[in-house]
């Protein structure tokens, strides 16, 4: 796992350009736009890392998240809703619920209200908005940062073995 950024930026179409770094050695994930708020979600600090989501973590007392500067309250999923991470900011209430299956989508929604897809495959790309749907600049940003720390599951360890092995024979082998 990198412990430098990891910074991918998306063409939103309805917020532009949103800018998504992962830092998830150390367990922090920030977004940022020009038309969209800040959102940071990081681990707590000693917080070892652990479980299958990006983050490393998915127990609320090891989690933070800001929302332009502002805390939100954050409560990961648990039992037959354990996917599920739900963030509460100003009174509105967003839950993603991540498919784990490789070209999954998450699925964002505030209140309720279904507001769109986020890819789920690790790979950034833009959400896919709900026709019909009131999306705002928060709810993007919100949605871009849960969808970068908890909609990719981590592959099995075997798996990224095998891709570092593979990295590695092609650098004997190529040069």
């Known amino acids: 796992m990198p412990y ?3 910074s991918d ?3 939103d179409a309805l917020f532009g350009e949103i800018r998504v770094r992962s830092y998830l050695g150390t367990g922090r994930v920030e977004v940022e736009g020009p038309a969209v708020p800040p959102v940071t979600v990081h681990r707590a ?3 070892e890392r652990g479980g299958r989501v990006a ?3 998915r127990r609320a007392g090891r989690l933070a998240v800001t929302v332009d500067g502002e805390p939100a309250s ?3 999923g648990r039992g037959p809703r354990r996917r599920a991470v739900r963030v509460t900011h100003r ?3 967003y839950r993603l619920k991540p498919r784990r299956l490789r070209r999954g989508r998450s699925l964002l929604t505030r209140d309720g209200h279904r507001l769109g ?3 789920s495959d690790g790979r950034r790309a833009p959400a896919e908005w709900s ?3 009131s999306v705002s600049a928060r709810d993007a940003a919100v949605g871009y940062a849960l969808a970068a720390a908890f909609g990719r599951w981590e592959e099995p360890w075997w798996s990224k073995a095998f891709d570092r092995a593979g990295d590695l024979l092609d650098a004997v082998f190529s040069g």
């Open 91 to 93: 009174g509105s209430r």
């Open 117 to 119: 897809h986020f890819r």
């Open 9 to 11: 930026a998306v063409e």
């Open 131 to 133: 026709g019909g749907a």
């Open 55 to 57: 983050i490393g973590v």
């Open 45 to 47: 600090p000693g917080a």
């Open 74 to 76: 954050v409560s990961p």
């Open 4 to 6: 430098g950024p990891a």
